[in-house]
């Protein structure tokens, strides 16, 4: 019997543990890192409840530790994305039909499961798999992904209440239906949130999905299905397909069956995903749900009015806060000429303060960058910067890949506004920084505003008012998270919707009851008690004819 009309529990923001020498939260922790590393796993995809083995299988390693092996993943192709499409499709009629209540309980018992006895091993994965330190893990693997999944089915709820006026004789309702096909869902390493949300966010709303972790994510991604199996989540409603790109999409992306896709990463890996479903456009049985958040060249600019040791420290913890491995990171500064010498001067007390290592070392605030592929490419942002006689290296610059992918935080002051470090998105730790003349701070901000294609996050510094001001209204179209006296990244669930435009993504806020309303297809009811018998309405009948003397009798 299903007579109630429940509403879900309020959310908050799960607390952010503090983690500090002497609490039970380190003790615990450090033991649950201690188990993981003297265990291997092996993990496989999982398509309709089963795990399934292929000849493709890479060994897992910590980007700090390369010596380490956590265990192995195999890779799946395009038989296993066949796989799991038809799972998807399979399980989608009973969850579509399954009760919103049901579905919302399942999420609600896997954030509390994460918040409480999964809290240190989601942490522990994200730190040895993707070499976060202990806060960034908190936040992000623990706390940040138990808000999707709480606030998740609170906006899902007031979606659903959303209904049309009623008129006499009539009922009128709103059915929010699940999306006709499956919903591809592709995640990112450098969040465990992210790669939670991005498929329970469609699944929530009565979608089967295709999932397709990152392979440098895939050790927390494999523990987050773990947890989302003991929650309750029935077989082939979520189908965890670990790949390569091509490997994996291609099928996908051929399948009449795609009903949307729901993506963090790259801006050109979306541009060309995009261009894949334009091109298949006249094969699927409906236009694909396109839902994407992507790069970023996220900005600094402060007012000569600024507090100096504010904006230092927004830059060491907005730049080098993981590694710089954020979308939201920032990664270009503008500041006046008048002020910079005392940033300079707290920039480089601060930075003397950062110590680099691995992430069992709670001491350290910088670690390893993902891979060797990034690696590489950043450091080769560094070597050119070094050779330019226009750039001047004032802090870092150093790098070393013997034990692990480390990367000291570096600091480069270009004298091009221009120059290619101010303009392309390098995601890893590196900040460069223009000193611009202090009158020329309206001139500053339109350079701000013109120089990247980006448009994700970005951050004014001024206790001016009307400088603020100014810089709010300017900027306006700049970035979809604007911060006024803070760093440009750390958005949290509810309080600041995150995404951004222009070469950023679609700017769907997850976060917000905005983004799940991409991953339903509504369906409008009406219901008249008592329907008219005939088709006559009363303009049909004809005139009638006032006799003469009824006329004049009316008119005088």
């Known amino acids: 019997m299903h007579n109630a009309i429940p509403f879900p529990p309020v959310p908050q923001n799960e607390p952010v543990r503090s983690y500090a020498p002497g609490t039970p939260e380190r003790t615990s922790l450090r033991k649950r890192l201690q188990e993981l590393k003297r265990e291997t796993v092996e993990i496989k995809p999982i398509i309709g409840g089963r795990e399934i083995a292929t000849d493709r299988v890479e060994t897992l ?19 296993e994305a066949e796989m799991a499409i038809e799972a998807a499709l399979k399980a989608r009629e009973e969850w579509a039909r399954t009760p919103w209540t049901e579905r919302a309980a399942i999420f609600l018992k896997a954030a509390e499961l994460l918040s409480g006895p999964w809290r240190d091993t989601l942490n522990a994965a994200t730190m040895l798999g993707q070499s976060k330190n202990v806060h ?28 049309p006026l009623n008129a006499p004789g009539v009922w009128n309702r709103m059915e929010y239906r699940p999306l006709e096909g499956f ?40 523990f987050l299905y773990k947890l989302l199996e003991e929650a309750g989540l029935p077989p082939g409603v979520i189908n965890m397909v670990p790949g390569h790109g091509p490997d994996v999409g291609d099928t996908v992306f051929a399948s009449p069956h795609l009903a949307g896709l729901h993506f963090t990463g790259s801006t050109e890996t979306f541009r060309r995903m995009w261009r894949t479903i334009g091109a298949n456009i006249d094969r699927y049985r409906a ?39 954020k979308c939201s990171a920032a990664s270009r500064v503008y500041l006046p000429d008048t002020l910079w010498p005392r940033i300079r001067e707290s920039l480089l007390d601060q930075l003397r303060e950062v110590k680099m290592g691995t992430v069992e070392d709670f001491t350290n605030f910088i670690n390893a960058v993902i891979d060797k592929k990034a690696f590489d490419k950043i450091v080769g942002y560094i070597e050119e910067a070094k050779q330019n006689p226009n750039v ?44 611009y003349p202090e009158a020329r701070f309206e001139e500053t901000l339109d350079l701000v505003n013109n120089t990247s294609p980006y448009a994700l996050t970005g951050a004014i510094f001024a206790q001016d008012r009307k400088a603020i001001q100014l810089a709010t209204e300017r900027l306006v179209d700049a970035a979809g998270n604007f911060y006024i006296n803070d760093k440009p990244t750390g958005a949290i669930v509810a309080q600041q919707p995150f995404g951004g435009a222009r070469a950023s993504g679609t700017n769907d806020k997850a976060g917000s009851q905005l983004n799940l309303l991409r991953w339903v297809s509504p369906r409008a009811i009406k219901e008249t008690f008592v329907p008219p018998r005939h088709f006559k309405y009363p303009y049909l009948e004809p005139d009638v004819e006032v006799p003469a003397d009824q006329a004049t009798s009316v008119s005088s």
């Not at 935080?409 to 470090?421: F, I, M, Q, W």
């Open 136 to 163: 960034q893990a908190e936040i992000d693997a623990a706390c940040e992904l138990a808000d999707f999944w709480r606030f998740n089915v609170y906006f899902m709820a007031r979606i659903y209440q959303d209904q």
């Open 61 to 79: 390693h910590p980007p700090h530790e390369l010596t380490h092996s956590l265990g192995t993943v195999h890779l799946g192709g395009p038989r």
């Open 392 to 435: 001047k290296v004032l802090y870092g610059g150093n790098y070393s890949d013997r034990e692990g992918y480390f990367i000291e935080p570096t600091v480069l002051e270009v004298t091009d506004p221009k120059h290619r470090t101010m303009c392309e998105e390098i995601f890893g730790p590196v900040v460069s920084i223009y000193v």
């Open 183 to 222: 919903v591809f869902a592709v995640t990112p390493f450098n969040f465990t949130s992210i790669q939670g949300n991005l498929p329970t966010a469609p699944a929530l709303m009565g979608n089967t999905v295709v999932w397709k972790p990152a392979t440098t994510a895939v050790y927390s991604a494999y």
């Open 287 to 325: 236009y694909p749900r396109i839902v994407g958040e992507t790069g970023g060249k996220d900005f600094i600019v402060a007012h000569v009015s600024a507090d100096p040791e504010a904006v230092a420290t927004a830059i060491v913890r907005g730049s080098f806060e993981y590694q710089g491995q």
